[in-house]
């Protein structure tokens, strides 16, 4: 089973502040890994899938990047809404598990 | 608009069953893929189990297999998941997730709370 480790586990910033979040598989899924946004009470969102393309509506400071097993989400300025829990999500091989996530908390 | 809407959550006894629907409107659901994922209280995401669209196969996480089983009804637009000899540690929010590129969850349901306590 592929296991994803996602860093740092809490991040504190500013609105405003650029965010920088890892995953990390302990094999190879070639390009193959989302990220999902999830806010207190409600369901995750897709924010990125294949490591770097955004979904449908998703804003633009929102970018992802690498390939094999390291990979990146980016939130190039911070808005108020943003501040939320961030998992990865590979679509490699079964079974597909997803990060522990990354709590983005305001400073 | 693609919606999904859970239900059949409840409070059950360790080792009982309970059946969980997801109706799903606004996409030709039998072009579909979908999914479970779960979310115990306070703690992150867990993939549960997949249907691919035509129902020809199913994944299971290792912690449900043989124990839940998913499946959907086309003609219903409605995808389910049994779960059978419930623990104390299935006790979660359950969330449907529609599949689109075999693996991405765009859509997904506000889920359907399952506690399991004697």
Partial sequence: ?107 | QVQLVESGGGVVQPGRSLRLSCAASGFIFSHHGMNWVRQAPGKGLEWVANIWNDGSKQYYADSVKGRFTISRDDSENTLYLQMNSLRVEDTAMYYCARDVYNGVFDSWGQGTLVTVSS
């Fill in chain 1, 1 to 107: 089973e592929i296991v994803l480790t996602q860093s740092p586990a809490t991040l504190s910033l500013s609105p405003g502040e650029s965010a920088t979040l890892s995953c990390r598989a302990s094999q190879s899924v070639s390009s193959s890994l989302a990220w999902y946004q999830q806010k207190p009470g409600q369901a995750p969102r897709l924010l990125i899938y294949d490591a770097s393309n955004r979904a449908t509506g998703i804003p633009a400071r929102f970018s992802g990047s690498g390939s094999g097993t390291d990979f990146t989400l980016t939130i190039s300025s911070l808005e108020p809404e943003d501040f939320a829990v961030y998992y990865c999500q590979h679509r490699s091989d079964w079974p597909r598990p997803f990060g522990q996530g990354t709590k983005v908390g305001i400073k």
